[in-house]
């Protein structure tokens, strides 16, 4: 029995092999794997030419509590086939988030597959915030901790030790843990371990595991452990299907249900769903002049997919709890849920029933392992009869009534205040909505000049990055050459970034005719159009500047009293004409 059970769990002999808990690792060691027994394992480079490293172990160890805390240790030792394979591994880091997390590198050391140690520690150690990216903002309080080795070179031994441990879950009772078996390298000893309580039933979905996991109960304890050897590199194959025989993979969860995150998550939204005078004020202003309940859905949905500006503050809770409808009106920005939150609490206000829906953001959700792990996105559902409409906030160039391409067929769970909820999923667009026309009509002369016109006409998935060019309101360098070349036609011209800056270049500028882009930030043109007629300036004409050129789009600009609707991109000429026609 013990020698079987060596070449499952492919570590030296140990009693900790043999009890029913995980073995106790810390920064002195892991009592169950003897290092130089793993070494050996050290593979011909020769007999894998199409491999810059191989994994000697990969193993992890999670201890969890019924409550979500509890500690995960992933330990890897790699061994340098190839130069390629340097610069991945002499560069380490690893992240975690101190307000709820604790991180404990064990060790991190380069050795010879004879044991004999290259670099005993890193040398050099540095924890840092995670940067906000510039183009989507997203503000964390994660931290990482970057480390550097030195003597790592082909022919040595990189071995690591990490431990993470969750100290406050900020859903009690919920944890979600994943495992791949196939890793994408040749690996000879794979092990993963999960002790929980004897009392926890967890939810395990089994991927083409090619060898079966084993259970052991002790007293209050329960272990799994799944352990395999000589796992060969998958080769990837072009076109390849993403549901396969052949990726070994394990996953578990809590045994939650998906009604225990929706009442989790109304109980941490409703606080922050209450709209405020200020906040109602806008959306009268948003949907004045609209005629139906669907113009004035449109209306909301335009102002918050557009104007309000995509920035994410994941500080602890505020990851998952959104902020107030009045706090994303006066900042001017918010992320999935705030925005979702605005359009929700705005169609509320105009008594239309209206639900956050949460969801992954790439799709992929097993239904059947309930987890907030697994959830990482908000939109909103609207309610239509009997049926729901959904929509993206985040997602400006898609229409009312569409969702991005990533969305469509996905899980959904929709969210009521009272903590009800609904698994749904989400509607798609069959393969034959999907199509792109280019049509190009004109003349060859024979100079071999071409003069005609062209035309792409997108629907469904395809239309998104064309609708993405126009809808964009533009940037400072796009309105200085707009200003410029205006100038070359004789027109005297001031710019403004936004709606207030616009507001007090007006008073002093006094302008004949304004040009205003409706996607402005923190006021839309046309309410930036109203206050330009209240402040004396009812004589000056104005040209609607927007991505939206159908029918009720033109109807509102009129109504709205703007002499022109544009439609980007604009041709400088087009625009010229439409403002000699404002003189005339």
Same mark, same amino acid.
């Given at each position: 029995?013990?020698? #079987? ?23 002195? =060691? ?41 500690? #995960? ?76 080795? $030195?003597?790592?070179?082909?022919? *040595? ?5 990490? &431990? ?34 004897? *009392?926890?039933?967890?939810?395990? *979905?089994?991927?083409?595991? &090619? ?8 007293? &209050?304890? #329960?272990?799994? *452990? ?22 070994? $993979? ?84 918010? +992320?999935?849920?705030?925005?979702? &939150?605005?359009?929700?609490?705005? @169609? ?14 790439? =799709? ?38 569409? /969702? ?37 009509? =004109?003349? @060859? ?18 239309? $998104? $990055? /064309? ?35 616009? @507001? ?36 000056? #004409? ?10 009720? +789009? ?31």
């Amino acid at each position: 029995m013990l020698r #079987r059970l060596s070449a499952l769990a492919l570590l030296a002999a140990g009693p900790s092999l043999l009890s029913a808990q995980a073995p106790r690792i810390s920064q002195l =060691g892991d009592p169950s794997v003897r290092p130089d027994s793993i070494y050996k394992l050290a593979v011909d480079p020769a007999k894998y030419p199409e491999q810059d490293a191989a994994f000697l172990l990969d193993d992890g160890v999670l201890r969890l509590e019924a409550d979500g805390r509890g500690t #995960r240790t992933y330990r890897q030792i790699v061994q340098i086939l190839r130069q390629s394979a340097v610069e991945r591994y002499q560069e380490q880091s690893f992240s975690w988030s101190p307000a709820h997390e604790r991180l404990i590198v064990n060790w991190i050391r380069v050795v010879r597959p004879d044991g004999s140690v290259v670099s005993a520690k890193p040398a050099h150690v540095q924890d840092s915030d995670v940067p906000a990216s510039t183009d989507d903002p997203m503000y964390s309080d994660r931290r990482v901790r970057r480390l550097s080795l $030195s003597g790592v070179a082909p022919g *040595t031994i990189v071995d690591y030790s990490v &431990t993470t441990e969750e100290l406050k879950p900020f859903m009690p009772r919920d944890w979600f843990a994943t495992w791949s078996v196939s890793t994408g390298l040749q690996v000879a000893r794979s092990r993963y371990v999960i002790d929980l309580p004897a *009392t926890l039933a967890p939810r395990i *979905t089994e991927r083409n595991l &090619t060898f079966k996991r084993t259970e052991r109960v002790a007293g &209050t304890r #329960r272990v799994y *452990t799944w352990a395999t050897s000589d796992i060969a590199k998958v080769k990837p194959e072009p076109l390849a299907a993403d549901s396969n025989d052949v990726y070994q $993979s394990v996953l578990v969860s809590s045994p939650i249900e998906w009604s225990d995150i929706a009442k989790w998550y109304a109980a941490l939204a409703k606080p922050n769903t209450v709209m405020s005078p200020f906040v109602a004020a806008r959306v009268d202003s948003v949907v004045r002049g609209a005629h139906t309940r669907l113009d004035s859905i449109r209306a909301v949905h335009k102002w918050v997919s557009q104007d309000v500006r995509y920035v994410s503050i994941d500080l602890g809770m505020a990851g998952y709890q959104p902020h107030t409808p009045d706090h994303v009106l006066h900042t001017g920005f918010g +992320d999935c849920k705030d925005k979702a &939150t605005l359009f929700v609490a705005a @169609l509320g206000k105009l008594g239309i029933e209206a639900y956050p829906v949460l969801l992954n953001s790439t =799709g992929g959700v097993r239904r059947d392992m309930p987890s907030i792990h697994q959830l990482d996105h908000e939109i909103a559902a609207v309610r239509e009869g009997n049926r729901w409409q959904f929509v993206d906030l985040t997602a400006g160039a898609t229409p009312y009534g569409e /969702l991005p391409i990533d969305e469509q067929g996905e899980f959904g769970l929709v969210v009521k205040p009272d903590g009800a909820s609904e698994v749904v999923t989400l509607p798609s667009v069959p393969p034959s909505g999907n199509h792109s026309l280019m049509r190009f009509t =004109g003349t @060859l002369d024979s100079t071999g000049v071409v003069a005609g016109r062209f035309e792409e006409t997108r629907t469904g998935a395809a239309q $998104s $990055s /064309l609708r993405s060019l126009l809808f964009d309101p533009l940037d400072s360098l796009q309105r200085r050459k707009m200003a410029d070349a205006l100038a070359s036609f004789g027109y005297e011209t001031a710019v403004a970034n936004d709606g207030p800056s616009a @507001l007090a270049a007006a008073e002093q500028f006094r302008p004949d005719v304004a040009v205003l882009d409706i996607g402005l930030p923190a006021m839309d043109g046309y309410e930036l159009a109203r206050r330009l007629r209240d402040s004396g300036l009812g004589q000056c #004409r104005m040209i609607a500047l927007t991505g939206y050129g159908e029918t009720q +789009d033109r109807a509102r600009s009129e109504q709205a009293g703007f002499a022109a609707h544009l439609v980007k991109p604009v041709d400088i000429e087009r625009l010229a004409e439409a403002l000699a026609e404002c003189e005339a």
